[in-house]
């Protein structure tokens, strides 16, 4: 099983300043199947970037996803209140994990 | 716009069972792969089952294997999961997760890119 650690656990920024959130994989994730989620409380999980850089349908374009092998980053350029949130990386293809979240907090 | 509603949660003595359903709309329902992940309380999300559009390949993670069965009805444009031999730990919230992509024989799981907002299990004596 591949393991995802997610770091920093949190991340404490101010609106308008860059959030880089990091995710490191125990082996190589194949194909860059990588993705990033958004959660707030009480609420499900929000697709933003898929196949480690692909931004998902009508994700603003402040939210960018890099890396390959066993590195990825989730890079939210300007941070917006309403950006405040739970994010999870997730692999996946011939098994599944996620990470264990990082907080992003005012 | 898609809608994903599940329904049948509730509390449950370890050793039982519990059906879950998910009611979709807003998408060719036959067309897409289907998921369950599942999220205790305070804690990160699990993966917890998938299967193909024509039910071909189903596919479970190992915590739940033997345990729990996932189906679908695409007349019913509905998802299931039925979970027997509940445990404390498969106490959580679950989720009805559309795949992005398609599973099949080598592909297990995939990303989630439309989730239902969940439906509470809690397994306590």
Redesign the interface.
């Known amino acids: 099983e591949i393991v995802l650690t997610q770091s920093p656990a949190t991340l404490s920024l101010s609106p308008g300043e860059r959030a880089t959130l990091s995710c490191g994989a125990s082996q190589s994730v194949s194909s860059s199947?990588l993705?990033w989620?958004q959660q707030k409380p009480g609420?499900?999980?929000?697709?933003l970037i898929?196949?480690a850089s692909n931004r998902?349908?009508g994700i603003p374009d402040r939210f960018s996803g890099s890396g390959s092998g066993t590195d990825f980053t989730l890079t939210i350029s300007r941070l917006d209140p309403e950006d405040f949130a739970v994010y999870?990386c997730?692999q996946?293809?011939?098994?599944?994990?996620?990470?264990?979240?990082t907080k992003v907090e005012i | 716009e898609v809608q994903l509603v599940e329904s049948g949660g509730g509390l449950v003595k370890p050793g039982g069972s519990l059906r879950l359903s998910c009611a979709a709309s807003g998408f060719t329902f036959s067309s897409y792969s289907m998921n369950w992940v599942r999220q205790a309380p305070g804690k990160g999300l699990e993966w917890v089952s998938s299967i193909s559009s024509s039910s071909s390949y189903r596919y479970y993670a190992d915590s739940v294997k033997g345990r729990f069965t996932i189906s679908r009805d695409n007349a019913k444009n509905s998802l299931y999961l039925q979970m027997n031999s509940l445990r404390a730990e498969d106490t959580a919230v679950y989720y009805c997760a559309r795949a992005q992509g398609s599973i099949s024989m080598i592909f297990v799981v995939t990303s989630f890119d439309n989730w239902g907002q969940g439906t509470l299990v809690t397994v306590s004596s």
């Not at chain 1, 609420?43 to 697709?47: G, I, S, T, V």
């Open positions: 199947y993705a989620y609420l499900a999980p929000r697709l898929y196949d998902a349908t999870y997730q996946y293809g011939t098994s599944g994990t996620f990470g264990q979240g």
